[in-house]
């Protein structure tokens, strides 16, 4: 890894989204490419700090300020990225469910998957079923991903599942749920494909769901 690139992860690691945004340039100019640099620099950070959270070295405050700095990095990317036809692993519409108005961890595993090479189609947050149903209509969603903060507004996660049914996408996508009230025992239960306990399993599981 060069030198630069080095830095970039070291950057993302201590979550510093100046010196990732002034890296990334760094690197364009002296002639990486965009993909390379994701690749190497960029989602290796990620993965080295989704591993600090596993150990129990990271908590969620510092795993949201290197998703941040990631961010910084993508929009650096971005235009470079899409000019070279990056293929992204697949599609994710994702939101946080109808009633329930807590984004940040939505927001954290939006930032992760982001930095995992998938593309995200950020809903908000109180979206009712009929706008994830959009979602997956408008963009070929290949998921979706399903935050609940409240045990009150979970339900709203099976009536998304019984839209997507209803609209005839239901086999088309993928649907993966988490927050703090959820179990696997409910994904079940609701029929989703999967349920994620942080932000780093959802990466995980968003994989495994795509392959």
């Keep these: 890894m060069s030198d630069v690139l080095g830095k970039i992860k070291e950057a993302i690691i201590d979550g510093d989204s100046q010196a990732v945004s002034e890296l990334a340039k760094q690197a364009l100019a002296e002639g990486n490419t965009a993909e390379g640099i994701l690749n190497s620099a960029m989602i290796t950070g990620m993965a080295e700090v989704g591993q600090l959270f596993e150990d129990g070295e990271y ?7 290197a998703a941040r ?6 929009a650096i990317l971005k235009p470079q990225l899409v000019q070279a036809n990056f293929q992204s692993l697949g599609k994710i519409a994702i939101g946080t469910v109808q009633g329930d108005l807590h984004d940040i961890g939505k927001n954290l595993v939006s930032m992760m998957l982001e930095g995992a090479s998938f593309e995200i189609i950020d809903l908000g947050a109180d979206v009712p079923p009929e706008k994830f149903v959009e979602a997956v209509r408008d963009h070929n969603a290949q ?5 609940a903060l409240l045990t009150t507004t979970m339900p709203s996660m099976k009536l998304t599942i019984e839209a997507l049914e209803a609209a005839g996408l239901r086999d088309k996508v993928k649907v993966m749920v988490g927050g703090a009230p959820l179990s696997d025992q409910y994904a079940s239960a609701i029929r ?3 349920y994620a306990a942080d932000a ?10 795509i392959a």
């Excluded at 908590?59 to 300020?65: I, S």
């Excluded at 700095?69 to 993508?74: D, H, L, N």
């Excluded at 998921?143 to 935050?147: Q, R, T, Y």
């Design 59 to 65: 908590f969620v405050p510092e795993m949201l300020v």
């Design 69 to 74: 700095a990631m961010s910084a990095g993508m």
């Design 200 to 209: 780093n399993k959802a990466v995980a599981l968003a994989k495994s769901l």
């Design 192 to 194: 989703a494909d999967g």
């Design 143 to 147: 998921i979706v991903a399903m935050s």
